[in-house]
């Protein structure tokens, strides 16, 4: 977390979280028979039962007769989890610093002191990153149900603010809150989530099993400057997230664990000291990572977008940059996953043969309208499939520049593969793909050059960089390197800095698909999607479009 609320923090002290040692505690003989699966306990009690040793706990050479010493006949994952120690080597493709508690601590006081930044500030924005990033990779679509464990310090106020981030996002998140701080800034925090009807759930109302009733639990409980041994209720529901993997079934989703700055439990600077801590699927480090998290193996962000310079230098501090206006950052690789289990189950409204335009030119312009009134980050990129006359096939994105009656417009060189392709087989096809809606549109059709002069004006419409980078590439052709590119560029440049207009290359001009079939696609629940084709068709003596629906 950005900050305790006790400002005496531990200085060159160990502030591992020391996990109740009855983590060493061995198996009874004969331990009780588990209850039946279907037949758990509703509700847990503050006390659970002591944990199993950690090698218990994803092994695949344990045999048949320990699996059923696992309680509530609990299996070894059986999902591909990634080995810690084979994923040390991972953390830093960018060199990016990771900070010591000291130095952490001394950050923390700076920002909130001479930098003149407010406790409830950094929360905003440490609160807003984690949401951003837990959105980032786990869509509310799939994993909608979200529970925070909120700790009485900065972090669990953190995992409140991520909570009302997450509610506007579109989850359903519950809260976990069990030691309430009473200052204005949490309480106010509290009303605002209560205001939202966000339930808060005591420790005595969770379900014993939280993989049933969650996709996404925070852990929000305890911060780096946290140090001593955790008191109740914190270190049963520490226990209860150590354990959560050891209770999946194989054929249940596994809920993510998300936590927040620093998992709870490991140590600030050594990470998870014996691997018998939580382990998340995602870290959320914020301001830098803390060294500890050089061990960590998942979806690793960076939050907190709000570092200023003087706080580098200082502390000679190499942060990633942050794309575009994202509150968030990935740091390192993703973690490998299987390929084949990534998948969405598609939500979108139905779409009807009854409810479309007759037009597919008029419902591509209000499908088109709809991207754009979505934000979505350029919406008129487009794939362009060509093929030569031998069928070798190719593609690429380029953006349509005109849609009219006629056809779909774009431009490019003339010396291009692609239009080397089109001279040769001048049948083509265009897909645009808009995946904040669900939806694509795949249109064939032929392709002809557009006139001289509609090249002309809309090359002279572009910024002037444009049209000198337009005469500089001779698109497709073997380039030496890219100083010979720049060299070309600055040239050009000067040539024309006295404003007088840039001739447009004979090599560069427009094409325009005509279309003869349009295909509109929109994703649906269980692979059940709307595909309705427009074609060509000649009725009475003229050409008529024909809508057919298509199996998905």
Same mark, same amino acid.
């Given at each position: 977390?950005?900050?305790?609320?006790?400002?005496?923090?531990?200085?060159?002290?160990?502030? $591992? +979280?020391? %996990?109740?040692s009855? /983590?060493? =505690? @061995?198996?009874?003989?004969? &331990?009780?028979?588990?209850?039946?699966?279907?037949?758990?306990?509703?509700?847990l $009690? +503050?006390? %659970?039962?002591?944990? /199993?040793? =950690? @090698?218990?706990?994803?092994? &695949?050479?344990?045999?048949?007769?320990?699996?059923?010493?696992?309680?509530?006949?609990?299996?070894p994952?059986?999902?591909?989890?990634?080995?810690?120690?084979?994923?040390?080597?991972?953390?830093?493709?960018?060199?990016?610093?990771y900070?010591?508690?000291?130095?952490?601590?001394?950050?923390?006081?700076?920002?909130?002191?001479?930098?003149?930044?407010?406790?409830?500030?950094?929360?905003?924005?440490a609160?807003?990153?984690?949401?951003?990033?837990?959105?980032?990779?786990?869509?509310?679509?799939?994993?909608?149900?979200?529970?925070?464990?909120?700790?009485?310090?900065?972090?669990?106020?953190?995992?409140?603010?991520?909570?009302?981030?997450?509610?506007h996002?579109?989850?359903?998140?519950?809260?976990?809150?069990?030691?309430?701080?009473?200052?204005?800034?949490?309480?106010g925090?509290?009303?605002?989530l209560?205001?939202?009807?966000?339930?808060?759930?005591?420790v005595?109302e969770?379900?014993?099993?939280?993989?049933?009733?969650?996709?996404?639990?925070?852990?929000?409980?305890f911060?780096?400057?946290?140090h001593?041994?955790?008191?109740?209720?914190?270190?049963?529901?520490?226990?209860?997230?150590?354990?959560?993997?050891?209770?999946?079934?194989?054929?249940?989703?596994?809920?993510?664990?998300?936590?927040?700055?620093?998992?709870?439990?490991?140590?600030?600077?050594?990470?998870?000291?014996?691997?018998?801590?939580?382990?998340?699927?995602?870290?959320?480090?914020?301001?830098?990572?803390?060294?500890?998290?050089?061990?960590?193996?998942?979806?690793?962000?960076?939050?907190?977008?709000?570092v200023?310079?003087?706080?580098?230098?200082?502390?000679?501090?190499?942060?990633?940059?942050?794309?575009?206006?994202?509150?968030?950052?990935?740091?390192?690789?993703?973690?490998?996953?299987?390929?084949?289990?990534?998948?969405?189950?598609?939500?979108?409204p139905?779409?009807?043969?009854d409810?479309?335009?007759?037009?597919?030119?008029?419902?591509?312009?209000?499908?088109?309208?709809?991207?754009?009134?979505?934000?979505?980050?350029?919406?008129?990129?487009?794939?362009?499939?060509?093929?030569?006359?031998?069928?070798?096939?190719?593609?690429?994105?380029?953006?349509?520049?005109?849609?009219?009656?006629?056809g779909?417009?774009?431009?490019?060189?003339?010396?291009?593969?692609?239009?080397?392709?089109?001279a040769?087989?001048?049948?083509?096809?265009?897909?645009?793909?808009?995946?904040?809606?669900?939806?694509?549109?795949?249109?064939?059709?032929n392709?002809?050059?557009?006139?001289?002069?509609?090249?002309?004006?809309?090359?002279?419409?572009?910024?002037?960089?444009?049209?000198?980078?337009a005469?500089?590439?001779?698109?497709?052709?073997?380039?030496?390197?890219?100083?010979?590119?720049?060299?070309l560029?600055?040239?050009?440049?000067?040539?024309?800095?006295?404003?007088?207009?840039?001739?447009?290359?004979?090599?560069?001009?427009?094409?325009?698909?005509?279309p003869?079939?349009?295909?509109?696609?929109?994703?649906?629940?269980?692979?059940?999607?709307?595909?309705?084709?427009?074609?060509?068709?000649?009725?009475?003596?003229?050409?008529?479009?024909?809508?057919?629906?298509?199996?998905?």
């Amino acid at each position: 977390m950005l900050s305790s609320v006790v400002r005496n923090r531990c200085r060159g002290m160990s502030c $591992s +979280l020391l %996990i109740s040692s009855t /983590l060493h =505690h @061995s198996i009874s003989p004969s &331990p009780p028979p588990p209850p039946p699966p279907n037949k758990l306990p509703k509700r847990l $009690s +503050l006390s %659970i039962p002591p944990p /199993l040793p =950690h @090698s218990y706990f994803f092994n &695949p050479n344990i045999n048949a007769a320990q699996h059923s010493l696992l309680p509530f006949q609990a299996k070894p994952h059986t999902i591909p989890f990634r080995s810690f120690s084979s994923c040390r080597a991972m953390a830093d493709d960018r060199q990016i610093t990771y900070l010591s508690q000291r130095d952490a601590v001394e950050i923390d006081d700076l920002l909130m002191g001479p930098l003149g930044f407010s406790v409830d500030q950094l929360m905003e924005l440490a609160g807003l990153s984690v949401a951003a990033s837990i959105a980032e990779v786990y869509k509310s679509s799939e994993y909608s149900r979200v529970l925070a464990i909120c700790g009485p310090g900065n972090n669990g106020g953190d995992g409140l603010v991520a909570v009302r981030h997450l509610h506007h996002f579109g989850y359903k998140p519950s809260v976990c809150y069990p030691k309430r701080t009473p200052k204005n800034l949490y309480t106010g925090l509290v009303t605002q989530l209560e205001a939202l009807s966000i339930p808060f759930l005591s420790v005595e109302e969770l379900p014993m099993d939280l993989s049933n009733d969650f996709d996404i639990i925070i852990d929000a409980v305890f911060g780096f400057s946290f140090h001593g041994t955790p008191r109740p209720p914190f270190d049963d529901l520490i226990q209860r997230l150590i354990y959560l993997r050891g209770l999946i079934s194989p054929s249940q989703k596994s809920p993510v664990i998300v936590s927040v700055d620093i998992p709870s439990g490991w140590h600030v600077e050594e990470g998870d000291i014996n691997e018998e801590g939580i382990k998340p699927d995602m870290l959320v480090s914020l301001t830098a990572p803390k060294l500890g998290a050089k061990k960590f193996c998942g979806h690793h962000f960076l939050g907190g977008r709000f570092v200023p310079p003087s706080i580098k230098d200082k502390y000679g501090l190499h942060l990633p940059p942050y794309p575009g206006t994202s509150m968030c950052v990935r740091i390192g690789k993703p973690p490998s996953i299987d390929i084949s289990a990534l998948r969405e189950n598609y939500i979108s409204p139905e779409f009807v043969e009854d409810q479309v335009l007759k037009d597919p030119l008029d419902q591509f312009s209000e499908w088109f309208d709809d991207a754009i009134a979505a934000n979505l980050r350029e919406p008129n990129a487009m794939a362009l499939s060509t093929s030569s006359k031998d069928g070798y096939p190719s593609s690429r994105i380029v953006l349509l520049k005109g849609v009219e009656k006629q056809g779909f417009v774009w431009y490019t060189n003339y010396g291009s593969r692609k239009a080397r392709e089109l001279a040769e087989n001048p049948h083509a096809s265009l897909l645009f793909h808009w995946a904040g809606l669900n939806r694509q549109v795949r249109i064939e059709g032929n392709v002809q050059k557009v006139s001289d002069e509609e090249s002309e004006s809309y090359f002279h419409s572009r910024p002037r960089g444009s049209q000198i980078g337009a005469i500089v590439s001779k698109q497709s052709t073997v380039v030496n390197g890219r100083h010979v590119l720049h060299n070309l560029y600055k040239e050009l440049e000067e040539k024309y800095s006295d404003g007088s207009v840039i001739p447009k290359p004979e090599y560069w001009g427009g094409y325009r698909l005509i279309p003869r079939l349009f295909e509109f696609w929109q994703g649906q629940p269980s692979r059940l999607h709307d595909r309705l084709q427009y074609s060509l068709r000649e009725v009475d003596g003229r050409q008529e479009w024909h809508i057919d629906r298509l199996a998905p």
